[in-house]
Every structure is written in C-alpha cells, then in structure tokens.
C-alpha cells in the first residue's frame, strides 16, 4: 500500500478542485445556455455559449459572475449598436435627407442609450446583490432591439440598418435577463 505525506495529499487535493471546478465551470456555461434556449430557443445554444465564453471571466465565473459576463457583453454590444446609429445619422450609409428615416434612427438612438444606462444599473445591483432590481433593469433594456425595429415598420421602412445587430443585442439582453432572473433564488 502506498503512503502519502501531508502536503503530496494537499497537492493532489488542491490539484483535483482546481481541475474539477475548471471543468465545472465551463458546464456552467454549457449547463446555463442549455437552460436559456430551452426557454428562449431564439437565443441559440451555440451563440449563448460563445458569446459568453467570449469573455474570459466566464471560465471561471459563479452565477452572479456569469450575470456581470452576459451583462458587460449586452452593454458593449448595446454602445457599438448606438454608435453605428449615430454614424448613420451624421451621413454614414443611408441617404439622411428622408425625415422619417432621421426620426426612426433618432427613436433607436434615445432607446439604445436608454439600454446603456438600464444595463449599467443591473450591473451595480448583481454586484450588491439586488435582484430584483436587477431583473427590472433587464427588462427594460430587453426592449431596445424590438423598439429600434418597430420604429422603422410603423413608419414603412421595413427593417432598420441596424436590424443584424438588433438581433444580436437581443439575444445577449435575453441572455443576461435570464440568468439574474435565475439569481437569488
């Protein structure tokens, strides 16, 4: 029989949790979006789990970690979205003399920084712990992506120029609304 002394058995303790919780993380990631698209199958499985993979942090994030990853992404996503709108409105790549189409775009603009700034109070309450607050912060910058695209159909436009990346965001809002409305329960 083989015998181990204290620290080859601290060694190989410490190497196992280190090891499993690796692994047990990224099941958690895996495990999360499984749950998400169950409920939400527009999300995707596949975009759920690289996007939050995308972020380093995420390996070896906890719930509320997880939360901070799906919700730093949507405010990321939510600020390049509102930035390609406000290029759009100095001239970028629609004709801007139409002033329906300024109307629509300046609709997506307020709702996209509306998003922002909702986003950036979800983040300060996972990180203190306020779920509720959180969820209600979630939800109403879920909207933006749909307000931005209802703005272009009620006017006749169809899809807006930012229609790809409405699709985007809102699949990382859906994303982060879903796991803190699952936190602190």
Not at 65 to 88: M, P
Not at 101 to 123: F, I, K, M, P, T
């Amino acid at each position: 029989m083989h015998s181990f002394s204290v620290p080859s058995l601290f060694i190989l303790f410490f190497l196992s949790t280190t090891l499993f919780s690796s692994s047990a993380a990224v099941a958690s990631v895996e495990e999360t979006c499984k749950g998400i698209t169950s409920v939400r199958p527009d999300v995707g499985y596949d975009f759920c789990v690289s996007s939050l993979e995308s972020d380093p942090d995420s390996v070896s994030a906890d719930p509320d970690g997880l939360a901070v990853v799906a919700i730093r992404l949507s405010i990321a996503n939510a600020t390049a979205v509102a930035a390609k709108i406000e290029s759009l409105m100095r001239g970028g790549e629609e004709d801007q003399s139409d002033p329906s189409l300024r109307e629509c775009l300046g609709v997506c603009a307020e709702v996209y920084s509306d998003a922002v700034d909702h986003l950036n109070q979800a983040l300060a309450s996972i990180r203190a712990r306020s779920y509720g607050d959180a969820v209600t912060f979630l939800s109403a910058a879920l909207d933006a992506a749909d307000n931005c695209e209802d703005a272009f159909g009620d006017l006749g436009w169809g899809t807006s120029p930012v229609a790809a990346e409405d699709r985007d965001y809102g699949r990382l809002a859906d994303i982060a609304l879903a796991i803190g409305a699952s936190l602190g329960r």
